[in-house]
């Protein structure tokens, strides 16, 4: 008897994609009805790119982390304080602050990397004392405050109209496909997936597991840097109210978009699904004044029921 295209088989196979797919659909539906003004004009279309744009390049690093069975704490406090570093040295020396905010970024993801691979501490551990350095570094550099830059070269960075989109919705979509590239095609990309999948495998298969490891960590580091140099851009300043908060919906949309946090499934051609979700999930909440602690709940409630959903129980007890 031949076999159906629809079977128990095939929905387990394409949970992962089912779900966010089916999830995105009804959400913008529930949002139309309770919000009219929810995607109602192009101007605020515009007002959500731009909060998913550079939320997205950070998403991307941080999949890439996940999908090689680690975690990163550390990717809110990189990007507040790469955008602190931007803010504080761009008057004085101009655009050439950029190179030092992301030489700060693969800073940290190297000493994140090395901390894993070198010295065996588990990457959350690891990456959660350096979230600390970060953001009592940012604390120093800031005094506290918020640096504002009201350069309009600063923020044409991000806010370039193109095509009827800013340019900083045409950055992110460069570093997600450039990350699509790169896992799907290149030695190094597969490299990410066996480590997630089998990594005793991958050692014995002679793949050089300390140095992957330690360059996923630069690469995520990297990223958040980049999207805050542009969030700075976006809102012509650095404040401080980036922090630990933003760890929970940006964890929400990698795993939303279907990577699982055991590592070697799913990827960041997935993400941007993920970040489209919570991010115009928690806009929509915000447009009928859902309590930002009541939007926390929310997230934190969709990442656990998405945890359950993707993770590989047999092998939890070798995440790092």
Known sequence: MAQTWFSREWLHRNLNTIIPVTGFILMVIALRITNPYFLASWDSVITLVYGMSWFLI???????????????????????????????????????????????GLTFGAVNGTLLARFNIPSFMATLATSMIAEGAAQVISGGYTRMITDPAFRAISTTMILGLPSIFYYAMLIWLIS??????????RAVYAIG????????????????????????SMFASLAGILYASQIQGAHMQVGVLDMIPLFASVVVGGTALTGGIGGVHRTLLGVLIIRWLDSGLSMIAVDLNIRMIVFGAIAIVMTILTIDRRRIKIMK
């Open 58 to 104: 950070a998403a991307c690093g941080l999949t890439l982390v996940i999908l090689m069975g680690s975690f990163d704490f550390s990717v809110p406090s990189v990007l507040k304080l790469s955008a602190m570093i931007f803010a504080v040295l761009y008057p004085s020396i101009g655009f050439s602050a950029i190179l030092v905010s992301v030489l700060t």
């Open 197 to 220: 999948g089998n990594i005793v495998g991958t050692r014995l298969a002679g793949i050089n597991v300390k140095k992957v490891r330690i360059m996923v960590f630069m690469i995520c």
């Open 180 to 189: 699509i590239f790169i896992t799907f095609t290149t030695p190094f990309g």
